[in-house]
């Protein structure tokens, strides 16, 4: 595991002085000017999270005064500031660029400063007050939201309905505002997209041991699938079709990221649970979630609405929920989206919009996209149903044991996961006529 003591250091001794030295960080009232907002202290604790990062979270706690209170004069009281700072871990060059860190911290803070400007409802995510990005180390300055009511979900996976609901409800207004912008404000739209980098699927997979766990995984649902009780419900050609599909895991998720038109959007890229934070706000019963907030916009992309919906569906909820709840979530998802394009685009009712935003036309585009959020989920879950330890610097496993265990880890939970993901590709696929994609 990575020493973060260093980077403790530079937060509190480099980045947070010069922030406040610069105006980046200051009173929520302005100060007057000639009167200095200085420092009084500062405090930086590593983020217990459960569930999988990819870079290291840092809550900052920063005490600010007006240069009157330092010199005993009579002054407003001093204000605090709660912060969230997350780091690149420690990685050589290698690594950082396998990793598309650099894009990846690019990309959201074009989410913050351009995207969500131009939507208008900065108040529905963390504030952002700064980047930096250097050769092997990049870091983003947010607000603490967890001062405003806001926690992650305390499960990890298979997400209960009340937050599924909220979550797709949420997504859809998203996407729907994205469309607005779209269709509404097309020169504007374009200028922002065209600025996107794809942070994940660019180039080539490197890492030749995480390309054979990739592989591994959809072989692994396929064989779960045979031994579970779906097994006589998905013909034996069509589990060869996916296997053939899933023979390069990569390649098929390159493809599924492009854009196509007409439904091609902003989407955030990455709309999991460790991505998401819930308030709760119901008197009566304290524990039932009654708002949801994304975050984290680092693999943002122009593509199908669906690699988000698909991406959410597969690896944070579970089929407890699907087997029943499958039609109602989606409509509850499209319902959402067509009735904020309406509303941004100015059309009384969503039946009013082009015919490419019909239920139909979104419910063939899951059956299409679904397999890349399996595609994820495969080799994904094990590590939600079965934390491991995640190097940065070097190999854990040889190759051989890191497919070994892809075999096994999350065991029957997960299989159980895995196998219902195929019978719903198949049903979807069989629906529309459609064999593997």
Known sequence: MNDTTHKEAYVRDVLIPGMVARGQLSFNEPVPAGVKTLLKSVEVKPLVTNGFMLTIPFVVTVVLEREGSALGKEAPEPETLHLIVKITPDCNKEMYESCQFETLFENEMIAYTEIIPALGKAELYPRYYHCERKPAEALMVMSDFSFSGWKMAPMVVNLPMDYIMLAVTELGRFHGECYGLKVAHRPQFDSMIAKFKESRYAADITDHTWKAVMTVAPMRAIKALKESRFKGLVPADYLEKLARLFQDPWEHAKGKVKPREPLAVICHGDYLRNNMAFRYADAKNPARPTQVMMFDFQTLRYASPMIDYAAFLANSTGYAEREHHFDTIFRTYHGALVQTVATVVGVSEPADL????????????????????????????????????????????????????????????????????????????????????
């Open 354 to 437: 082009p015919p490419y935003f019909s239920y139909e036309s979104f419910h063939r585009e899951l059956a299409e996209y679904y397999s890349y959020g399996f595609n994820i989920a495969s080799a994904f879950l094990m590590i939600l149903h079965e934390p491991m330890e995640i190097s940065f610097t070097e190999n854990i496993f040889t190759e051989e044991e890191s497919v070994a265990d892809a075999w096994k880890r999350g065991g029957e939970p997960l299989d159980r996961e895995l196998a219902a993901m195929v019978y719903e590709m198949y049903r979807l696929h069989s629906q529309y006529g459609l064999d593997p994609v």
